[in-house]
């Protein structure tokens, strides 16, 4: 079965900076779109970022040029790296991976940004 695992989130002041991974199992990795989205308390979860099996990016207006996704295929994983974080980056950040028209998506892991 697929499988997505997030791990690096945290508390961190603001301006500060955090990585992401999100380790995959179960799935055509390099096959695969994968994407960070968030969801903040009250809020819809929102796209934060995606790239395509080819390596193509897309991010949100809020995060361009703050954050950076990447994929390793070797290791199965990607990434999404945060510099400049603000407290409105607060959220909890989802891995979601996309194959063959089948969406899947991990558990999250939590970012806290600290006025």
């Known amino acids: 079965q697929v499988q997505l695992v997030e791990s690096g989130g945290g508390l961190v002041q603001a301006g500060g900076s955090l990585r992401l991974s999100c380790a995959a199992s179960?799935?055509?990795?390099?096959?695969?779109?994968m994407g960070w989205y968030r969801q903040a308390p009250g809020k819809q979860r929102e796209l934060v970022a995606t790239?395509?099996?080819?390596?193509?990016?897309n991010y949100a207006d809020s995060v361009k040029g703050r954050f950076t996704i990447s994929r390793d295929n070797a290791k199965t994983t990607v990434y999404l790296q945060m510099n400049s974080l603000k407290p409105e980056d607060t959220a909890v950040y989802y891995c979601?991976?996309?194959?063959?028209?089948?969406?899947?998506w991990g558990r999250g892991t939590q970012v806290t940004v600290s006025s």
């Open positions: 179960g799935i055509i990795f390099r096959g695969a779109a």
């Open positions: 979601s991976a996309v194959l063959r028209l089948a969406t899947y």
């Open positions: 790239i395509t099996s080819g390596g193509s990016t």
